[in-house]
């Protein structure tokens, strides 16, 4: 199995920056995706920005030039730097990853638990 721990979400005010972690362990052989999702009360879970292993990335129009995502293959690692933050950014923010397990050849999507990210004077 694969567990995915997050960390680095809290209260910001707006304009402010947080930087949220995801590390990935378990019986992994590869992680070809790893990105991150939100969803704030009422609303579906949407994409935030995603990155394959080759280092491809692609974001959510609306965090397009404020978000940065990034990864560290050797530690299986995703990171999601958030500047310029917005209220309306405001929303429970969980980690995915689509894995190889080890022995394979198929993969399979895991879940963070999330972490808020409560933006707000």
């Known amino acids: 199995q694969v567990q995915l721990v997050e960390s680095g979400g809290g209260l910001v005010q707006p304009g402010g920056s947080l930087r949220l972690s995801c590390a990935a362990s378990?019986?992994?052989?590869?992680?070809?995706?790893m990105g991150w999702s939100r969803q704030a009360p009422g609303k579906q879970r949407e994409l935030v920005a995603n990155?394959?292993?080759?280092?491809?990335?692609n974001y959510a129009d609306s965090v397009k030039g404020r978000f940065t995502i990034s990864r560290d293959n050797a530690k299986n690692t995703v990171y999601l730097q958030m500047n310029s933050l917005k209220p309306e950014d405001t929303a429970v923010y969980y980690c995915?990853?689509?894995?190889?397990?080890?022995?394979?050849?198929?993969?399979?999507?895991?879940w963070g638990q999330g972490t808020q990210v409560t933006v707000s004077s």
């Open positions: 378990g019986s992994i052989s590869s992680i070809n995706t």
């Open positions: 990155i394959i292993s080759g280092g491809n990335t």
């Open positions: 995915k990853a689509i894995v190889t397990l080890v022995g394979g050849p198929y993969t399979y999507q895991y």
